[in-house]
Structure formats: C-alpha cells, structure tokens
C-alpha cells in the first residue's frame, strides 16, 4: 500500500457550505471566512458561484465577495459557473479556476438542472472553451457519482460516461462527488476507477459528504488507490437540499486531522482551521459539524 506523502485540500465551505442556509449570510462574513481558511494555509478556495440569484440567492453578492478578499500569491479561488453568462460575469472578478458540473445520474440531471446529461454538457463545452482560451483553469464536478435521491445506486459506467464526455469538451480535472453521502469504500473505489478511465491519477479528485458516516473511510480508500486530492467545507458546512438528514460536506478539520495522523503533509494549520470553522459556525448559531474540532475546542477550555 503506497499512500501519498501530502494531499491538496479544496475547501468549499464559502460556496458549496453556504449556498443552502436559510438565513443570508453577509458578504463581510463570506470574505471573513476566506481570509482565515487561507490565513490556516489552505491554497484552494471555492469562493463563490455565478448562478441566478433567483435559484441560489446566498451567491448573490458574488462580485462584492470576489473584490473583498484579500487575494494571498500562491492560492487558487475557484467559482461556480454553470453556463456562458455565469462565466462572462464571473470574468471580472478574475477567478484562478472555474468549476462546471454535471450528474451520473439523468435522474438528477432533469431534476436540478432541467436538462439530460448530454445537454448539460453541450452548454458546458462553450464555457469550458472560453475559460481554457482565457488561461483559467477548469475543474468538473461529477455529482451523485454513488447514488441518487431518485435512482438509488449509480453504476460506474454512468461515471465513465461522464468523465468521457468532460474530457471531450475539454474539462482538465474531474472530482468524483457522492453528493448524497451513500458512499462506502467499495462503491467508492469502483466509482474513481470508471473515473481513471478518462483521467490520470493526477486529474481526479472526490468530493465526500459524511451523512452516513463514511467520508473518512472513503477518503482512506481512495488514498490507497493513489488519489491526493480532495474536497471539503470547514466545520462541516453544507448539506443536499435532496437527501434527507445528510450532515453536510466532510469536515476540513477531521481531514487535516486523520491525515496529519497517517503522516501525510497538508500544509494546513489545524488551530487556524479551528479558528475558521469556529467563526462562522458562531455566525451561524450552531457548534462546528466536526468532530476533532469539537474535541480540540474542549480541551482548549480544559487549558
């Protein structure tokens, strides 16, 4: 078993942890939130998205968050832009990446985006285009690669399928995401190695929810295949508006934990990380959806 000496964190708590609170959450709070997870080290931010604020009106201050950070050399600040007007209005704000995403499942395809995974993707391929001949980088989401709310279990070749026709349209980097947090080792192994088929070892990466638990031991399944990059929300931000009783995101703090443990180099401060996660869960109303955090928390007040 060979395990990577040191994983890239993406931490999309600001975007993907935030989009589905119920109560808006002020831009001054969103650039807030930024400056300490990359004053924590973190060089991979998803900050914002670039969708209709009709559908998603916590992103609706988009622009006001992208010219309030205080941009640090070396970090990438990636955003959602799921069509051609998301992308010329995000062009401004100089994102570093941006981020399309499509589903494994034609289920949740029609349901989220109103269109089939084919279509989805002939309205990526002009923004992919766009982004690539402007020298910004292009990552693809691939939700529900384990499961879906109204298919049940995803076979792998529905992820191959996908990341075929991502790379096709020229996405340069594909997360294997279990949007749902179905997820258990095998199922998630099976789902990266459908994923390999279209994309080097270095070019994937997974995206774990922990409703059930299982995002850890996914995450360590996935790392004995090789895999070194990973996504994940400070405090546990998040949730699918689709599946009842899911936790949210994995928690970036009970990552750098596991993996500072195995040895394995993040680069990341888990203080500061606890520092971040405890600022805008306070904001929130709520303790941080992590474990370590809770427990380093505790013994803080023990001191």
Known sequence: MSLPAKVKIVD??????LQNEPAPVPAEIK????????DAGLKNIEVTSYVSP???????????????????????YSVLTPNLKGFAAALPDRPDEIVVFGS??????????NCSIAQSIERFA????????????????M?????????GDVAPERVAYLAGLMKQIGVQHVGV?????????????????????????????????????????????????????????????????????????????DMVYMLHGMDIETGIDLDKLVDAGTY???????????????????RRADD
């Not at 199922?187 to 995206?207: M, T």
């Not at 546990?236 to 009783?245: D, H, V």
Request: with cysteine; charged share 15%; hydrophobic share 40%.
């Open 12 to 17: 999309v708590g600001p975007r993907d942890g």
């Open 31 to 38: 650039i807030g939130l930024v400056q300490r997870l990359q």
């Open 54 to 76: 009709q559908w998603v009106p916590q992103m609706a201050d988009n622009h006001q968050v992208m010219a309030g950070i205080a941009r640090q050399q070396g970090v990438v």
């Open 104 to 113: 494994a499942s034609e289920a949740f395809s029609q349901k989220n985006i």
């Open 126 to 141: 002009p923004v992919v285009q766009a982004a690539r001949a402007a020298g910004i980088a292009v990552r693809g989401a």
């Open 143 to 151: 939700s529900c690669a384990v499961g879906c709310p109204y298919e």
């Open 177 to 253: 995401a279990d949007t749902i947090g179905v997820g258990t080792p095998r199922k998630v192994r099976r789902a990266v190695q459908a994923a390999l088929q279209h994309y080097g070892i270095d070019a994937v990466s997974c995206h774990f929810h922990d409703t059930y638990g299982q995002a850890l031991a996914n995450t360590l399944a996935t790392l004995e295949m090789g895999l070194w990059q990973y996504d994940s929300a400070v405090a546990g931000l998040g949730g699918c508006p689709y599946a009842r009783g899911a936790t949210g995101n994995v928690a970036t703090e």
């Open 280 to 298: 805008i869960s306070r904001f929130l109303g709520r303790k941080p959806h992590s474990r370590a955090a809770s427990a380093l928390l505790a």
